[in-house]
């Protein structure tokens, strides 16, 4: 079936360090491909999606390409700020439901 | 538009004790979910809705009830509640377009429940 495999964090960056989170996936057909962003205390936000291989989702300077050849969705951004300090979950789509990964916390320090 | 909205933000329970918890959506989505968040397990479906009057189980549905009476709403209920229950739990509604690729899920701010 369907499923996620994220790194392990914690993650700890300085600010304006170059930022990695690795996404695996195993997935039957095309499923779309999703980051959500969990800030404290709050739920779970969007933060960028792609819905058919090699399309490229961006957003608040991230950005994630869907790989079908590795099967891959790993979240980049080149200039991380304290602001970013979150915990971070790749999804998918399975049937009408989603699968999440279990989610990688980042903190950025100043 | 309020969005995703829970009711309670907070609850404490005592083991046996029943409640229900409320989601409500105002985006007209067909489709809503109930997770539980735990550390280090990512989210947990728990049961899910594809439309008004329907509801299905998800991952770890066992020890909770669902009702989906209007389109806009979603209630969790737990019968007796269990230390195990002790979670945060988040709701959440999407739509699909006819078709299309799956949509995005939008969630609400979550419920903190203690359970002692």
């Known amino acids: 079936g369907n499923s996620v495999t994220q790194m392990e964090g914690p993650v700890t960056l300085s600010e304006e360090a170059f930022l990695t989170i690795n996404c695996t996936y195993t997935?039957?057909?095309?499923?779309?491909l999703f980051w959500y962003v969990q800030y404290p205390g709050e739920g779970l936000q969007l933060l960028l999606k792609?819905?058919?291989?090699?399309d490229k989702g961006s957003n608040k300077g991230f950005e994630a390409t869907y790989r079908k050849e590795t099967t891959s969705f790993h979240l980049e951004k080149g200039s991380v700020q304290v602001s970013d300090s979150a915990v971070y979950f790749c999804a998918l789509t399975k049937g009408q439901n989603f699968v999440f990964g279990p989610g990688t916390r980042l903190s950025v320090l100043p | 538009n309020a969005g995703v909205t829970q009711t309670p933000k907070f609850r404490v329970l005592k083991t046996g004790q029943s409640m229900t918890l409320l989601c409500a959506q105002d985006m007209n989505h067909e489709y809503m979910y109930w997770y539980r968040q735990d550390p280090g397990m990512g989210l947990r479906l728990i049961h899910y809705?594809?439309?008004?009057?329907?509801?299905a189980k998800g991952e770890v549905p066992d020890g909770y009830n669902v009702s989906r009476l209007k389109k806009q709403n979603f209630l969790l209920g737990l019968e007796s509640a269990a230390p195990s229950q002790t979670s945060v739990y988040f709701c959440?509604?999407?739509?699909?377009?006819?078709?299309?690729?799956?949509?995005?899920?939008?969630f609400g701010p979550g419920t903190r429940l203690l359970v002692l």
């Open positions: 809705s594809v439309g008004e009057g329907t509801t």
């Open positions: 792609a819905t058919k291989a090699d």
């Open positions: 997935a039957t057909g095309y499923p779309s």
């Open positions: 959440a509604s999407s739509y699909e377009l006819a078709g299309g690729p799956k949509e995005t899920q939008y």
